[in-house]
């Protein structure tokens, strides 16, 4: 079953906006993930933040964590057309190496040029 | 990509007959996945391995089983491929980051089964 759900299913915006994806989950976790996925590619690791952390940035990521909804946001700044992609999150549910992750089943973002 | 490749990269057979994907990484990471990729449901894992010869099913084992003799490998085997088990196939190992383990992904073997 999954354990993430993301929200919307697809997005398309115009180059230049801000691109907000939500996740929600159902049980405790240690950490949450985002990733990317191009087109006929695997997923690439964006960013991760701990179930302590409210908030992290990198780049043009903003991402937040509300234990208490059980919920997350990914927030995509000044989009690009080569931000084009699908978009999954992954919870885990413990800190260890043998830590399983539970994806999403994904949000796709157009950025229309 | 942390040196990952998975072989081969697309296949195409018949219902029945027995099917052999292959991972192969080459930074000697201790954890490797399978995962199958489908329209409407995501990412599911169906085997994973926490080292030589130490493996456990996933969410969607039912069909596949797995084999580690060496570090770098991790094969996944459909004994009976069935129409069922169409799907793109992803590999990908774990490494620890500064927060926390992250992982990172093949890129993929799409499999038809006729």
């Known amino acids: 079953s999954q354990q993430g759900e993301e929200d919307p299913q697809a997005l398309s915006i115009q180059e230049g906006e801000n691109a907000t994806m939500n996740c929600s989950y159902k049980?405790?976790?240690?950490?949450l993930q985002w990733y990317r996925q191009n087109s006929g590619r695997g997923l690439v690791h964006l960013i991760l933040i701990r179930s302590n952390e409210r908030e992290k940035h990198s780049g043009r990521l903003r991402v937040t964590l509300d234990t208490s909804k059980k919920s997350s946001s990914l927030l995509i700044t000044a989009s690009r057309a080569a931000d084009t992609a699908s978009y999954f999150c992954a919870t885990a549910s413990n800190t260890g190496a043998n830590s399983k992750l539970t994806f999403g089943k994904g949000i796709t973002l157009s950025v229309r040029p | 990509d942390a040196g990952i490749t998975q072989s081969p990269r697309h296949k195409v057979t018949e219902t029945g007959t027995p099917v052999t994907l292959r991972c192969h990484q080459t930074?000697?990471?201790?954890?490797m996945y399978w995962y199958r990729q489908d329209p409407g449901h995501g990412l599911r894992l169906i085997h994973y391995?926490?080292?030589?010869?130490?493996?456990d099913k996933g969410e969607v084992s039912d069909g596949y089983s797995v084999s580690r003799s060496k570090t770098e490998d991790f094969l996944l085997t459909l004994e009976s491929a069935t129409s069922s088990q169409t799907s793109v196939y992803f590999c990908?190992?774990?490494?620890?980051?500064?927060?926390?383990?992250?992982?990172?992904f093949g890129p993929g073997t799409r499999l038809t089964v006729t």
């Open positions: 990908a190992i774990s490494t620890q980051s500064g927060q926390g383990y992250e992982q990172y």
């Open positions: 049980t405790s976790i240690n950490n």
């Open positions: 391995s926490y080292g030589v010869k130490d493996t």
């Open positions: 930074e000697n990471h201790r954890y």
